[in-house]
């Protein structure tokens, strides 16, 4: 048998992949859920029919996701990770040894279930000590909340600031309050080539609130384009000047020369963004 | 009509693009050449079935194989591009005022012919006086060559080094032999994600021709998994700390910031070519 999984990236472009075996598959009710081992990537998690993470190429993402604001700022301690069910990020986190709790907030509860049975690899980190899973909705948790976070990482497009107008600058100026005085945070945004107004939108917004806002880029095989773009809001550390000296950790494509050299954008990004 | 072109990155990877028009098909003998007007990427030109250039993003490509080297070369008077017969990267090379000759050798007729009637903002440098195209094979073209070119761009999978063992070295030191005592020159490799035994290949013969092999990146959404590798080899000026100083010239992806940063890899890469 044949069997593939076509991604629509845009309305009129398609990434097919051929697929081994479904894994698991179910409707949550809230999104559909769903784990393809692939040939090309391996076991693939996908939700509502978006490739969210796959063995072979998850650690790109979750490595300069996580240690581009966690090298950025000098003492990360406590962490939040909103959504990222799949637990990659945490993983990551947990490398850096400063790193004394790591909150997860908004993930789906059967993502997760799901990812610790089917991706072990990527889920690890979830049952770690210093990781809580709080099964909440995420949009009323930051109400009266202010200074708890070194870092937050924003990892799912259901918190992406997507959402545009005043909705989204609500949420950045949530952060900023939920972030002690030198915190930061990172979020994904659209594409840099197929969603360059959602892009603008997002670093716009997160513009108006952080008075250090950078935008930086990673290769990633199974994102529209084979592209992700990342925004970096911060309030005091800049990641092109103070890139903190640490016990070095093992990655596979996040390195410090990496950490700089992310930052630097093609013209036509540079120019979308002045 | 619902008419998709899809082209097959991996036998288990497929990129699959709606397509308004297909504005030419033909079959040359030599090879299966199609012009397909895409609704995401506009005009695509198609050898083989695979996207060699399309509208949107072959600016990309062309700066990248095109500005790297030229800028590294203090003085790039004399050039040879092998392949590349839609002439986007003459197009680009012609932006350098040093430039008095290019050559363009190995292109096929109809290619070239089909380039100009359909991709006239891809093809219009092929025109200038200071370009000649040279219907020859190529295979025997350097033979008795000596010292000829300040660079020479390798563009084309037909010429990339893709072949193995003897052939593959012979053919960079042919191209060695026909530059000049501090000529360079670049290809594209293999696709970084998906044929990293071809990139190890090609880089070691290079390696074992030139003092200087350095490797870069660039983001190519219609590439197979939207990256370029390409590898550069020289006798004496190295991309990473000979930067000329030239009159800046108008790009919409290289900077010459971009130019020293496009040479850090991810870990996996640096290791991949230790």
């Not at 200074?147 to 100026?173: C, H, M, R, W």
């Not at 000296?245 to 930052?263: E, M």
């Amino acid at each position: 048998m044949s069997l593939w999984f076509c991604e629509f990236q845009t309305p009129n472009l398609e990434l097919c992949s051929r697929v081994k075996k479904a894994l698991h598959t179910e409707n949550t009710g809230r999104l559909e859920l769903a784990v393809l081992d692939t040939y090309e990537f391996g076991p693939a998690l996908v939700l509502d029919g978006a490739i969210q993470a796959t063995s072979c190429d998850e650690f790109i993402h979750h490595e300069m996701i996580t240690h581009v604001p966690l090298y950025t700022h000098s003492h990360p301690e406590d962490i939040l990770v909103m959504g990222g069910g799949d637990g990659g990020s945490i993983r990551e986190a947990l490398k850096h040894p400063e790193v004394k709790s790591i909150q997860l907030l908004g993930a789906d509860q059967r993502v997760v279930e799901v990812s610790k049975k089917y991706l072990p690899e990527i889920s690890a980190g979830l049952e770690d000590p210093r990781v809580e899973i709080l099964y909440e909705d995420g949009g009323n948790y930051f109400q009266g909340m202010k200074g708890k976070y070194d870092v937050i990482i924003v990892d799912s497009p259901k918190f992406a600031g997507l959402t545009e107008g005043t909705a989204q600058g609500e949420f950045y100026q949530s952060i900023h309050t939920a972030l002690r005085e030198d915190g930061l945070f990172v979020t994904p945004t659209g594409s840099p080539f197929f969603q360059q107004d959602i892009v603008q939108g997002i670093h716009g917004a997160i513009k108006a609130t952080f008075p250090i806002t950078r935008m930086y880029l990673a290769f990633i095989p199974t994102h529209p384009g084979g592209i992700c773009g990342f925004i970096l809001g911060s309030k005091e550390y800049d990641p092109l000047s103070s890139l903190a000296q640490k016990t070095p950790i093992p990655t596979r494509y996040y390195t410090c020369r990496l950490h700089r050299t992310a930052f630097v954008l093609p013209r036509f990004l540079e120019e979308m963004l002045d």
